[in-house]
């Protein structure tokens, strides 16, 4: 603004400088220059015009602030407010560099209304003001370059990203947001957000009198565990941290950084004490909401009292009790619930068994805990907890560590999904109740199911008497769910006979038609299924390849008739990969069955599949660094298909190294769909009695609990995506000291060293940016919990963008053989093949799992 203080320009120069002036905002206010507001009031804008600085009144206020505010978009959102407590009545307030050096804002009878207040030690008075496109207006000194002064550390109602949030545990210092008054008042108003000092890090709304309103849950390095919903990918979008370890005053900081710079994103403390998260939509021009808190009844502070869960699908009102409490007063929840059966403890008496914990699944963790997070094992977490009277509780949280509760659980919430998991200190004989009722649940469950066995089993049996009939080409009487359209069948000497429309329990689906290939052709193709033509074996049958008459190659999977085995697996791939196109989905060309015979016919690939390649000492070297990410880009496209693009969901369920085929340019494509189910729109998880997968590849739920979901196939890609990089099978290593090739990739990946991972023989070509990432990657994928691992989009996402700021994994439990657990009773049934636990065996791998 120096065309206010120059008075003795000529009048050419004074056009010219006038014209200079309004065709470039400044960013910046040097000593003895000024900001004035006034009817030219200009304000300093950033270098890329992202945010200005400069005097306004809110609404319909006549009072004059100055703050910051958004600048190249239409709703230019107040973010931060300098003198939010002393309005400048009329149009004369004056910002400007004072002698002294500070920031200071005066009204029309020069005096300061707002200061940045810093009192120096040093002479160098010489400073600057600048607004960055950050958001941030820092106060510099010249000379040094030092920052004296910044907004972003007196923030007001706006966590903008880059700022940084900081917290002493030990003084208890927080930098709190806080809410204006009313909607045209900035001034301070009720409520507040910040980081809470006191045990695990979270986030707190705080209202009146420093009331909790609502808190995120503690952070475990990755996520806010009360926030179930903070998927990975947002998660991973926002890039969420907190500063670890603290700094030398002993505070720590939460901060974020969106991957996408371009997207403008803020929390803001409303003044009725909602906290709300908003995004920019350059569509609709708008700020939109994308998160806010408390959202439902139950994210308000203890909702429930003390012991009380609050869940909003409880069948009688929100509130509950935990197991073993009732309510203290019928009516009124927020006086809590109480223990129904003191715990030994507490009773004096011997004759009374130890104390146990009732496990609470998936929920939002209690407040104040005491922290004992250097316990590195869940058993000496528990043992703590025994022994102290005091405790009700006790957690062992990955990222966190032990977690105890040492009074009353407060703000207990029951989530749908996500969450965690709560050990609650019961008298025994209130858990010895449950315990009977769990076996007989069990064993009614065990009876139910072998009955069913039984009763299929007749079923199909007498179905298959009845279906010899049909032998004429063409026709299946066996497969109910393919009908065969006689209509459409012609002439049965040349390749097509007819087509057939695919049925889902009676439903025609909407697809493409299948071509169905003669048995004669089929025969003729592939030289009467000779030996030599033989390319493999599938799971359940050889696979041969066949010239048809005109040239073109194929695969032929057969099933035998005769064993009956496969022949659901066998309807579901014709049923789901008749439907899928995808450059990475190996293509299924048609079909055949003719009287005990059933037939696949796929396009023919001639690379085989990836195995071949991979775990060959002589081919290894083939395929370099630049093939194999291509390789893994093009499954994880294809998975995402599956996952997410196709019409259908499909979840693969057995995806592995030797049903990803290789074509002659050695795109990978994605086959084997025997196992494969289709989703619902928004289902999902399903659970299945039978397990069926190759073990090594199966995820912990899934070979556990029969549990399958997207996220079961995520698991299996970050195994496959260990093996193509290191060129070693996930079992092969078995017995050495890491127990798998997921716990030496953590080794080595805990140590700074992942690179001695990668295959040796590619070790010297390969792109080491590329394939750290990768393994990062993977080791996001073959984490324990389902929520935490990303979902395909993630994975691809992280893949091909080159962001510093991936979400840190958790140590993968499931195959160490560390962990004394009844996993590996199970999982240490060796084996890379195929393997199907039948229902009975997966009922009793539940119970051995519990
Ligand atoms: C405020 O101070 C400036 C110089 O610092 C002076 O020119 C101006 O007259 C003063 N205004 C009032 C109202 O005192
Ligand atoms: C400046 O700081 C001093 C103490 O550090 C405080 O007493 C005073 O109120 C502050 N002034 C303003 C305008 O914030
Ligand atoms: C803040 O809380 C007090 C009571 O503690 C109440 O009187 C006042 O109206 C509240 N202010 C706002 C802006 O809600
Ligand atoms: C808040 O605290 C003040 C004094 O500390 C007290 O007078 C007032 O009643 C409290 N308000 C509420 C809502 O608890
Ligand atoms: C606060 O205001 C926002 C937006 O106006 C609204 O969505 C939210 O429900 C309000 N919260 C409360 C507690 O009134
Ligand atoms: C932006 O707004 C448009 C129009 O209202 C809407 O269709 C679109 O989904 C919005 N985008 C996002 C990312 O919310
Ligand atoms: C519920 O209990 C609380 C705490 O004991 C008490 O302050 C409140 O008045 C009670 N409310 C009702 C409706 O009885
Ligand atoms: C527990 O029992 C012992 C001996 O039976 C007695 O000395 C002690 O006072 C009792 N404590 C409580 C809290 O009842
Ligand atoms: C039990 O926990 C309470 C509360 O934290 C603590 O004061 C007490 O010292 C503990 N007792 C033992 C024996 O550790």
Redo the contacts with the bound molecule.
């Keep these: 603004m120096r065309i206010f203080r120059k008075t003795l320009v000529s009048f050419p120069l004074f056009i010219f400088l006038f014209l200079y002036e309004s065709s470039t905002a400044q960013d910046t206010i040097r000593r003895g220059g000024f900001l004035r507001d006034g009817s030219t009031h200009k304000p300093l804008v950033s270098p890329q015009k992202t945010f200005e600085l400069g005097f306004f009144s809110p609404g319909s206020s006549p009072g004059r602030y100055l703050g910051i505010w958004y600048g190249n978009i239409e709703d230019k959102a107040v973010v931060w407010v300098a003198n939010r407590e002393n309005p400048i009545s009329d149009r004369s307030g004056v910002l400007t560099i004072s002698n002294d050096g500070n920031l200071v804002l005066l009204n029309g009878q020069n005096i300061t209304v707002w200061s940045s207040n810093i009192t120096s030690t040093n002479n160098d008075n010489n400073r600057v003001g600048s607004i960055l496109d950050t958001g941030n207006f820092e106060l510099i000194e010249v000379s040094s370059e030092r920052v004296i002064w910044e907004s972003f550390n007196h923030p007001t109602d706006t966590f903008l990203p880059h700022m940084r949030v900081r917290v002493n545990p030990q003084t208890g210092d927080n930098l709190a947001f806080v809410s204006w008054?009313?909607e045209n008042d900035p001034s301070p108003?009720?409520f507040s957000l910040g980081v809470d000092p006191s045990g695990a890090p979270e986030i707190v709304l705080w209202g009146?009198?420093n009331t909790r309103r609502w808190r995120s849950g503690q952070w475990n390095s990755a996520i806010f565990t009360g926030i179930p919903n903070m998927a990975l990918l947002t998660n991973y979008l926002y890039g969420f941290k907190l500063s670890s370890p603290p700094d030398e005053t002993g505070s720590v900081y939460f901060t974020y950084v969106p991957s996408d710079p371009s997207v403008l994103l803020r929390f803001k403390v409303l003044?009725n004490g909602t906290e709300e998260e908003l995004r920019w939509n350059e569509t609709s021009k708008r700020w939109t909401k994308f998160q806010a808190a408390p959202e439902s009844e139950c994210d308000k502070y203890n909702r429930c009292g003390s012991f009380g869960i609050c869940d909003m699908r409880g069948d009688n009102g929100i509130c509950s009790c935990v197991k073993g409490y009732e309510p203290v007063s019928l009516g009124n929840w927020s006086r809590g619930c109480r223990r129904r059966t003191p715990l030994r403890c507490e009773r004096n008496v011997s004759n009374v068994g130890e104390d146990e914990f009732l496990t609470l699944k998936s929920v939002k963790l209690p407040d104040f805990e005491t922290p004992e997070h250097s316990l590195a094992d869940p058993e000496d977490c528990k043992d703590r907890c025994l022994k102290n009277c005091s405790c009700t509780a006790f957690t062992f949280v990955n990222g966190i560590g032990c977690m105890i509760w040492n009074q009353d659980l407060v703000d207990l919430q029951q989530f749908e999904a996500g969450g965690s998991s709560l050990h609650v200190r019961l008298a025994d004989s209130e858990i010895g109740e449950s315990k009977k009722t769990k076996i007989v649940v069990i064993v009614a469950v065990l009876v139910g199911v072998l009955l069913l066995g039984i009763f299929a089993l007749l079923l199909w049996r007498c179905k298959r008497k009845k279906d010899v009939s049909g032998t004429y080409c063409g026709h299946d009487a066996d497969t109910s769910v393919v009908v065969v359209d006689m209509t459409k069948a012609k002439d049965t000497t040349t390749a097509f006979t007819g087509s057939v429309d695919i049925m889902i329990e009676g439903k025609a689906v909407n697809t493409s038609e299948l071509p169905v290939f003669c048995l004669k052709v089929i025969v003729k193709a592939t030289n009467d299924f000779s030996r030599e033509n033989e390319l493999g074996r599938g799971g359940f049958g050889p696979v041969y390849k066949g010239v048809l008459e005109d040239g073109q190659e194929i695969a032929v999977k057969r099933l035998s008739g005769k064993s009956g085995q496969g022949v659901d697996e066998f309807k579901n791939e014709i049923i789901l990969i008749a439907k899928l196109q995808h450059r990475n989905l190996v293509r299924l060309l048609g079909c055949c069955f003719e009287g005990e015979e059933k037939m696949l016919v796929y396009e023919y690939m001639p690379n085989k599949s990836l195995d071949f390649f991979i775990f060959d000492e002589m081919k290894q070297e083939l395929v370099d660094w630049k093939l194999r990410f291509a390789i893994i880009e093009g499954i994880a496209r294809g998975l995402l298909y599956l996952h997410r693009d196709s019409r259908l969901r499909i979840i693969h369920r057995d995806l592995k190294v030797s049903n990803v085929l290789l074509d002659g340019e050695m795109n990978p494509k994605i086959s084997d769909f025997g196992m494969a189910r289709i989703f619902g729109g928004n289902q999902n998880e399903a659970n299945t009695v039978r397990v069926v997968g190759t073990y090594g590849y199966m995820s912990p739920e899934y070979a556990m609990e029969g549990l399958f979901s997207v996220k079961s196939d995520v698991y299996s890609f970050g195994v496959l995506l260990l093996e193509i990089i290191s060129g070693k099978r996930n079992t092969s290593l078995r017995a050495s000291e890491h127990g798998s090739l997921i716990g030496y990739a953590w080794f080595l990946y805990t140590h700074g060293r992942s690179e001695e991972l990668v295959d040796p023989k590619i070790r010297a070509t390969c792109n080491k940016r590329e394939a750290l990432r990768c393994i990062h990657v993977a080791m996001l994928c073959v984490q324990d919990s389902a929520a935490e691992r990303p979902n395909m989009a993630a994975v691809l996402l992280m893949l091909e963008s080159d962001t510093p700021t991936l979400p840190v994994p958790r140590q993968p439990t499931f195959t160490t053989s560390t962990r004394r657990n009844s996993m590996d009773v199970n999982f240490a049934l060796d084996s890379s093949q195929q393997y199907i636990v039948s229902s009975n065996e997966i009922t009793s791998t539940v119970v051995l799992g519990r």
Excluded: E, L, M, Y
């Design positions: 008054r009313s108003g009720n009146r009198n003044h």
